[in-house]
């Protein structure tokens, strides 16, 4: 438990360190990417494919829609 622990410290920060040229963190890119792909595509869609909560998936899509990055609209069918 405790290396596996290590072991993903150490790759969220070679991660980070990798894109702060960017302004972007891991879990910005991760998302970023995945809405690449899947455009048009819910908060709730994405945390499944992200294994991230809904509650840490708005946080970030948040901050990234707050940096200009994405644009965010409510689900004509469901208006969330």
């Known amino acids: 438990g405790s290396l596996l622990r290590q072991?993903?410290?150490a790759f969220r920060q070679a991660g980070d360190?990798?894109?702060?040229?960017l302004e972007l963190t891991l879990p910005q890119f991760a998302l970023l990417?995945?809405?690449?792909?899947?455009?048009?595509?819910s908060g709730a869609a994405l945390a499944r494919l992200?294994?991230?909560?809904?509650q840490t998936v708005d946080s970030v899509l948040k901050?990234?829609?707050r940096a200009?990055?994405?644009?965010r609209?409510?689900?004509p069918e469901h208006g969330r």
Do not use: K, R
Not at 50 to 54: G, L, N, Y
């Open 63 to 65: 901050n990234l829609a």
């Open 68 to 71: 200009g990055l994405i644009a």
């Open 73 to 75: 609209a409510p689900d």
């Open 50 to 54: 992200s294994v991230a909560t809904p």
């Open 33 to 41: 990417t995945l809405i690449g792909a899947y455009e048009p595509i």
């Open 17 to 21: 360190t990798a894109l702060a040229d």
């Open 7 to 9: 072991a993903q410290a």
